[in-house]
């Protein structure tokens, strides 16, 4: 059989319109997943960033972390945590998928972090520290909110990756979106059409993260104006 | 007189630079000294050494007759006995100007945020900045920042308030006004320790002079006298060079 692979935009409006309920599903998950993985990523990832920056011992803890976790590729970190860790604990497909997203995530984050604080004037711990505040006061109460807002735009950047890297996510069995339109592409053999809808799905997702990010740094920048 | 904060035999080094050496100092109650000299003196260094911001190599540091050493006090405890005016202000950003002068007080004072906002207004009523409590730094002039600086060091009622060359960030039209701040601080008989160029400032208004030079105090004395006739060949010739 002889498929001809070329763009229908007829089908491509009727397959938009005919499988809008599945694909609405399927971005649920993968927003659910991204989420979850975002905000386990954003947890970890400045626990890490506090290590590298806390003495030199719990830095080349947090260092050897950074390097595992970002020197292996997500689909791996997936893997192993979904079929590896089947002796040790039982991780459900979402958790699996999540939480590798996450550690995978985190270690990006734990960068965007540490060059967030470190990027901070040395005379605001100062200050802090010249009336009485405590290190650890300080940097929650002085250093902490200014270098969030810095790492606004870089995290805001590294959440869109994960949105997208949760795709992956499809290869461990979740109804995500790209799980969804490979199933839908084998069955109706649309390939071509059902793939741009699910590029149109996930750029209308970036699209509404960006607005968020967007949103949140200019609330953040109130004492700019 | 009684003695507010006393410096013996004090030492500092980075890395090999030794920046003080055996340095002594006393300073009483109500006193206002201005720490002048070249810069790369030291002068800033025995500053920051008297609030630990520089930890010293040794010699004693003896606040309110009691000596400072890392392993037996709490540094936070003294700290907040001791005001820091730093050159570059170091406002908080993020926090308007009435927060800035409020956070301390309620964090590490712990005093109740309607108490921290009444002394904070009335201390930025008294820096001349009553119109400006709900405005972020960013907005402020060189010389409104340091003020606010100033209000901010003075919330937490230290017993004594240091001042790391508060007016050489500051345009020349706005060092009066911060200077007028510190004179009527001074009239109101704080405790002040100043390091500055500004000669007419330490004239007029310090009660006792210090020259510094390569780490080591050369010349203490009387303000008027030190400047009118200084004895040591090198004030005179540093002050020949400023004045």
């Given at each position: 059989m002889i498929v001809a692979n070329v763009f229908d935009l007829n089908t491509f409006f009727s397959e938009l319109i005919r499988t809008y309920p599945f694909f609405f599903e399927a971005a649920w998950v993968t927003i659910r997943i991204t989420v979850a993985a975002v905000v386990i990523g954003t947890v970890i990832g400045v626990f890490v960033a506090l290590l590298k920056l806390a003495n030199p011992v719990t830095r080349v803890v947090a260092d050897i972390y950074i390097t595992v976790i970002r020197g292996t590729p997500l689909i791996v970190q997936i893997f192993i945590l979904f079929y590896g860790l089947t002796g040790v604990v039982q991780l459900s497909a979402f958790w699996a998928a999540s939480f590798a997203l996450a550690v995978h995530n985190s270690a990006y984050i734990a960068e965007i972090f540490r060059g967030a604080i470190q990027s901070i004037d040395k005379g605001q711990m100062e200050a802090g520290r010249s009336l009485g505040m405590t290190k650890g006061m300080t940097m929650k109460r002085i250093i902490m909110p200014q270098a969030l807002r810095r790492a606004v735009p870089p995290l805001g950047n590294q959440f869109i990756i994960a949105l997208k890297d949760s795709s992956l996510a499809a290869f461990v069995g979740i109804a995500e979106l790209f799980r969804l339109t490979q199933g839908i592409a084998a069955a109706t053999f649309n390939t071509l059409e059902t793939y741009i809808i699910a590029a149109v799905y996930y750029l209308a997702l970036v699209m509404i993260l960006t607005w968020i990010v967007n949103m949140v740094e200019r609330r953040l920048s109130v004492s700019d104006r | 007189m009684k003695e507010m904060i006393r410096v013996e035999k004090l030492n500092k080094s980075f890395g090999d630079l030794?920046?003080?050496?055996?340095v002594d100092l006393e300073v009483y109650e109500n006193e206002v000294v201005c720490l002048i000299g070249a810069?790369?003196?030291g002068k800033s260094t025995l500053l920051r050494c008297l609030n630990f911001l520089e930890i010293k190599n040794d010699g004693k540091v003896v606040f309110d007759g009691d000596q400072i050493e890392l392993k037996t006090h709490n540094i936070n405890e003294v700290r907040q006995q001791v005001g820091m005016v730093f050159q570059h202000f170091n406002?908080?950003?993020?926090?308007?100007v009435l927060e800035n002068v409020t956070e301390a007080p309620m964090?590490?004072?712990?005093?109740?945020r309607a108490q921290a906002v009444k002394e904070g207004k009335e201390l930025l009523d008294k820096v001349?900045?009553?119109?400006?409590?709900?405005?972020?730094?960013?907005?402020?002039?060189g010389g409104q920042k340091q003020r606010v600086a100033i209000a901010r060091a003075l919330a937490m009622k230290p017993k004594i308030m240091l001042f790391d060359?508060?007016?050489?960030?500051?345009?020349p039209e706005l060092v009066g006004e911060v200077l007028e701040t510190m004179k009527q601080l001074a009239k109101e008989g704080m405790t002040m320790i100043v390091v500055t160029h500004e000669m007419g400032f330490a004239r007029e208004v310090a009660d006792r002079t210090v020259y510094m030079h390569d780490g080591q105090i050369v010349e203490t004395g009387d303000s008027k006298e030190l400047f009118e006739n200084p004895k040591e060949k090198r004030t005179q010739e540093f002050l020949s060079k400023v004045l």
């Open positions: - | 030794h920046v003080l050496k055996d810069s790369g003196s406002l908080f950003p993020h926090k308007t964090i590490v004072r712990k005093i109740d001349g900045l009553g119109d400006k409590y709900d405005v972020y730094p960013n907005k402020l002039s060359e508060p007016t050489s960030a500051l345009d």
